[in-house]
Every structure is written in structure tokens, then in C-alpha cells.
């Protein structure tokens, strides 16, 4: 038979870097270093005459070429994933109806493309999905799962940590133009800076920075408000009326475009963890089940 398959193994790779957009990031996740990474692209981009990333110095993205064969590959090799599992007799059968009530930031920004994989695995399984940013009472409305954002009370709810995500200060160039970069936490007293209210306690969510190993929260104090929709914020900063803080996974491809322009970078670094809450039931249901393996065992960069 042809060997004109002998490169899925540089394949797999670069679905891994086209995921996270990042060489040492998929150095980490494949447990090798950088430079094996960057070779292995190299090789697979000569040998189809494409190249797959722009490289700056600060950022890798997607050419065109490299998005659709992104695309192409990575529905080819579910549909390997789903053959082998077909031929090893696993039962696929699972049905049943899952409620889940997500934050608006994971709800428009990670929840998609994590659904279409599941699916592709679970077809017989329904998802009702609320996204909001209100804490609802998971037993009492019903619901079988919640993924929520920051630190978590005590409760008698089990909770598995799902992602710790980074955060981002963040301006339009147009802006920055009129109204300079501030290079300090200081500068931003005189600055326009666009808070949000925490629908649960009415308060304004504090900055997270990090000077050093020393954690900073700073209350944007001359704002503009947002209240119920945190992703307002970003919309706002986007067209120019200021400063925001908000995930990279949200701003990461606005600041590609150059739409967004990230700020005093020597105090970023800080994460906030996002994580699955559910009732522990003895009988709970196997499509629930499966969601919560899945979730739990999946990378969600």
C-alpha cells in the first residue's frame, strides 16, 4: 500500500498547536520541547507546500490555508476516533437529556466547540442550555450541571475544577491614541474603565493583577458600569469608550485583529478558575455521566 499517509503522526501535532496557538503550550501538553514542536510543523508545511501559522514574536495564527485544513483533519481523525470505536465494539447508544446553565463568557466562547465534540460522540444525547450569569439553585430548578466561574462556596455540591484562565487588561487602539497607554496600576485612576456588577452581590468585580508573586485586586473606581452581561464590557472597550478586564479566550482573537490592544502586561498573569458543579446522586444519569467524563478529561484551551 502507498505510505502517502506516513505524516498523520506531524498531523495530530499540528491539530495540537493550531489548537492552542502556541509552540510551547503544545510542548507542554505533548510532553516534548519547542523545538520538536517548530520542526514538526516545518516538515508537515513542506511537504504540502502550505505554511499553516503568521508567526510574530508575540502571537501564532491561522493563515487561511492552515484554518481550513485545521478543519479538514480534525473531522477526519473524529471520524477515525468513531470507526475504531465502532470496530472495538463500544457502545455508543447512550441517549437521554442533560440540563446545564453556564456564565455568558463560557456559554458564547468555550461551551461550541466543546459541544460539537461531545455530540459527534453522543448523538442520541439533548442538551438544554442556559446561559446567564445568574447562580441558579441547581437542585431546586432542576438543573444536572452548572459550570461557574471564580471561587466557589462551600456547599454539599461536588465541584471539579475545569480550567484555571487567564485574564487580560485590555483597550481599543483608537483609545490608547486619545487618551495614552498607561504604564502603571496607578495610571488607571485617570483612565475611562469599564467595570461589571456581580448580578449575585451587587458589587463591582475587582481587577486581578499580579506584581511579582504578590496578587493585586484594584476596583475600578471612574467607570462606566455594566450590569447582567459581562461580555457588554468588551463591546464597549472594542468601540473605543475605554479600559476593561476580561479572559484571554474572549479578547485573544480581537487583539490578533488588532481590534484590542492589551495593557500593562508586567502585571498580567493572574487566573481565575472555572469549574463543574453537580448534586452527587447514586442513580445519576448516564448521559449526565458521560458529559462529566468528558468535560472533566478534555482540554478546554
Given at each position: ?27 507542554i501538553y505533548l510532553s516534548t520541547t519547542p523545538s520538536v514542536i517548530s ?210 479566550f474572549i479578547v485573544n482573537e480581537k487583539i490578533r485583529q488588532g481590534k484590542l490592544q492589551p495593557l500593562l502586561e508586567p ?35
Open positions: 500500500m502507498s505510505r502517502q499517509f506516513d505524516h498523520l503522526a506531524d498531523v495530530e501535532v499540528f491539530l495540537i498547536v493550531a489548537e492552542k496557538l502556541s509552540i510551547s503550550a503544545a510542548a520542526r514538526t510543523i516545518t516538515r508537515l508545511e513542506k511537504k504540502l507546500g502550505i505554511q499553516f501559522f503568521r508567526r510574530t514574536t508575540r502571537h501564532l495564527s491561522l493563515t487561511e490555508a492552515g484554518q481550513l485544513y485545521y478543519e479538514k483533519m480534525q473531522h477526519a481523525f473524529q471520524l477515525i476516533d468513531h470507526a475504531e470505536r465502532v470496530i472495538q465494539g463500544e457502545q455508543l447508544q447512550i441517549s437521554g437529556k442533560i440540563k446545564l446553565s453556564v456564565p455568558t463568557t463560557y456559554g458564547h466562547y468555550r461551551l461550541p466547540a466543546l459541544l460539537q465534540k461531545f455530540l459527534f460522540q453522543y448523538p442520541d444525547i439533548q442538551i438544554e442550555i442556559s446561559i446567564s450569569n445568574r447562580n441558579v439553585d441547581l437542585i431546586a430548578e432542576g438543573f444536572d450541571l452548572a459550570i461557574r466561574q471564580g471561587q466557589l462556596p462551600n456547599s454539599t455540591l461536588v465541584a471539579r475544577p475545569l480550567e484555571l484562565a487567564p485574564l487580560q487588561l485590555i483597550a481599543s487602539p483608537d483609545y490608547l491614541k486619545r487618551m495614552g497607554v498607561p504604564k502603571t496600576v496607578e495610571d488607571l485612576n485617570h483612565h475611562q474603565c469599564i467595570a461589571f456588577e456581580l448580578p449575585s452581590t451587587g458589587k463591582v468585580t475587582p481587577w486581578f493583577l499580579k506584581n511579582g508573586n504578590n496578587e493585586i485586586q484594584w476596583i475600578p473606581s471612574n467607570h462606566i458600569l455594566v450590569k447582567e452581561d459581562i461580555l457588554g464590557v468588551v463591546s464597549l472597550a472594542e468601540n473605543g469608550l475605554g479600559i476593561c478586564q476580561s479572559y484571554e502585571y498580567a498573569g493572574h487566573t481565575r478558575p472555572f469549574s463543574l458543579l453537580y448534586a452527587q446522586h447514586k442513580h445519576m444519569s448516564s448521559a449526565t455521566r458521560a458529559f462529566i467524563d468528558f468535560l472533566c478529561s478534555t482540554d478546554h484551551k
